[in-house]
């Protein structure tokens, strides 16, 4: 690593000549390959933004904190740490306690704002940009988002804000034709109009640079010629949708050409007015496997950089529902499926094999997919939302009014709901369970190994109501000691009941097998413990949940979310309004943003395995 080891800084960048910055983009891809491979993460986009990283280093000031790159979703900003003076610790990136996958301000202040969830960054940028105006200060403010990210509704919305305020700053849209499996929709299509029209590029920026350079002449004069651009533009496009909401088009440039790059910022930061650069570039660049399997190599664990091969990995939760969901499809011809740009994650790419018109990707548009499924519910679909917690929080509005209140049922099937593990703080699925439970006219249901889950999804679709089923990431348990009762709503689960027991655990989803190897280790310290399978977060099981409390007098309710209006906190508040006093432990996530790390090592550290669990219960509880 010659020319990186270098780099601490962007000022170090600016002193490379054109084939030093060259080396430095192989030996950025070659740092990301060898990292990811070993440790996981996004590989695909990060292989393709690398010489766009290093044009944007090189042209701002970042190291003074006066230039501002705002990354959309963030998954793509490796390069940009390794340029930024974290290339030390580049080895513990998504460990715990080391880097994070995503821009974090506090491990560095080039990291402009936070980011995990799609869309935002020209909102930050505007933002961003009108704070300096109004501040009085002079800052370059890029907002760096890809063709996928394009499809998410908040984007148009700061587009038409942002265009409309005319102070400066610019969009940059990563095009790699793809989101993170192929791009929808006809945004999509239109940029695919836009890359492929050379004719319009070659003219349009000749007469950009042509005006630029005449802007000293006179401004009347240069506003003649404006318009006479204009006139050209709308000759050669129709509906440059970019220039009619008030911003510069400029491009398409070769994103892998860091010459043709620092030309096009260079130019752009001369236009006082928002400009937009269309650069287009190839996810998975420089690394055949990843450049041949874009979708496979958006987001993996380790794999053999050699081979491009990664390990055998046993069946999840989000496998057990796809089989199922195609099962019932199979029954169901009124059974249609949805997700929001993620049909290989949350296991739908086999059902939108099988039945192509039953299945719908509706972009990173958690919002209108919402509001989509509720209608065609109300008409007689039986949607199906495949969709992770994280993400459906965008949607929380969209859930109360259109699912809720309207009544629609839709089906949602909440993947990656708990802990998540090395995306961190913007992916971990804690918070559903505290928005689904305040929602009235919601079920919520949570199976606690396979056989509950198939059980479940066929039972959510017989309801005919708004019902969410939530399951967590990694491999599917199996307990097949506790084959699941039929279920009947709003009723849980007793699977062991000792003689005599001192403690009632209830537990929910994946919990359940948790507690029972708690009940296990409490009964080797001579501590009967009963346990209960909430199933049904909402409604819950009063008559269970009164019956152990009286019989054992004490409580712990183990959930994967996070405590505050989670069931652990219903359950106190239920158990008050019923009069029954009992002493309660609760077991979840505290009121934190839950940081990157292992799910295992996660579950350790806020003291959520069997042995601490058991060592917490054994010291609040002196038991006879
Ligand atoms: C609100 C939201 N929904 C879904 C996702 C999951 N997600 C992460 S990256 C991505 C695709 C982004 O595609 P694009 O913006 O083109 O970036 P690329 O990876 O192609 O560089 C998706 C759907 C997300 N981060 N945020």
Known sequence: MVVLEEISCSADLKKLNKSQLEVLAAELRQEILHTVSQNGGHLASNLGIVELTIALHYYLDLDSGNDEIVWDVGHQCYAHKLL?????????????????????????????????????????????????????????????IGDGAMSGGMVYEALNHGGDLKVPFTVILNDNEMSIAENVGAMSRYLTRLRSNKRYRHLKDRLTKFLLKRKKIGKSFFNGLERLRDAVKYFLVRGVLFEEM???????????????????????????????????????????????????????????????????????????????????????PQLVAVTAAMPDGTGLAPFQQLYPDRFYDVGIAEQHMLTFAGAMALRGLSPVVAVYSTFLQRAYDQLFQDICLAGAPVVLAIDRAGIVGEDGETHQGLFDLSMLCAMPNMTVLAP??????????????????????????????ELPQYPPQPLVYGKGELLLHPAKAQLGILALGDMVERALRLADWLAERGVAAAVADLRFAKPLDAELICDLAK????????????????????????????????????????????????????????????EKLGQRILKRWQFA
């Open 84 to 144: 930024s003076g974290r290339r030390e610790q580049f080895a513990t990136l998504r460990q715990l306690d080391g880097l994070s996958g995503f821009p974090k301000p506090y491990e560095s202040p080039t990291d402009a704002y936070v980011a995990g969830h799609s869309s935002t960054s020209i909102s930050v940028a505007v933002g961003i940009s009108q704070a300096a105006r109004q501040l009085g200060q002079q800052k370059k403010v890029f907002a760096v």
């Open 246 to 332: 008030g911003f510069v088009y400029l491009g398409p440039v070769d994103g892998h050409n860091i010459a043709d790059l620092l030309e096009t910022l260079r130019l752009a930061g001369q236009i006082e007015k928002p400009v937009l650069i269309h650069v287009i570039t190839q996810k998975g660049r420089g690394y055949a496997p990843a450049e041949a399997n874009p979708t496979a190599f958006h987001g993996i664990g380790s794999f053999d950089l050699q081979t491009g091969q990664a390990p055998a990995k046993a069946p999840s939760w989000t496998d057990c529902f796809s089989q199922q969901l195609l099962k019932l499809a199979a029954e169901q």
């Open 448 to 477: 606690r190994d396979a056989e509950a889950l198939r059980q479940m999804l066929a039972y959510a679709l017989q309801l005919k109501q708004p019902v969410a089923l939530r399951y967590p990431r990694g491999a599917v348990l």
């Open 551 to 610: 019989s054992c007098g004490r409580l712990l309710v183990w959930e994967n979310g996070i405590r505050s209006g989670g069931v652990g906190e219903n359950i106190l508040a239920l158990l008050q309004a019923a009069g029954v006093a009992a002493e309660v432990e609760l077991a979840a996530f505290p009121e934190e943003f839950v940081p990157h790390g292992k799910p295992e090592q996660l579950f350790a550290r806020y003291g959520l395995t069997p």
